[in-house]
Nanobody, 126 residues
């Protein structure tokens, strides 16, 4: 059974940092295309960052330069390091997995990811 379990969310002040983790099990993590998405109240779920099995990454413009996605295949874990957080980053954050490599144009489209975690809440507030 495929499982994705996020952790690391919480309340942080503007300008602060958090590192999210996503523990994966039930599949060959190293060969999967992985992504982080987020959903703020009243908004659509949006792609934040993705990482291919070869380690190549891509970011949404809104987080480029502030967020870093990485993976540790030995630990079957996906990470999202978030720096310089602001109120617009407040959302539920989800990790997602795809067995297939996703084309660049579709990398942030939810339909291409078959597996999802339950999410971890990130709140940026003073």
């Amino acid at each position: 059974e495929v499982q994705l379990v996020e952790s690391g969310g919480g309340l942080v002040q503007p300008g602060g940092s958090l590192r999210l983790s996503c523990a994966a099990s039930g599949f060959t993590f190293s060969s999967y295309y992985m992504g982080w998405f987020r959903q703020a109240p009243g908004k659509e779920r949006e792609g934040v960052a993705v990482i291919d099995s070869d380690g190549s990454t891509s970011y949404a413009d809104s987080v480029k330069g502030r967020f870093t996605i990485s993976r540790d295949n030995a630990k079957n874990t996906l990470y999202l390091q978030m720096n310089s957080l602001n109120a617009e980053d407040t959302a539920m954050y989800y990790c997602a997995a795809s067995q297939y490599r996703i084309s660049w144009w579709a990398r942030f489209q939810k339909a291409f990811y078959a597996y999802w975690g339950q999410g971890t809440q990130v709140t940026v507030s003073s």
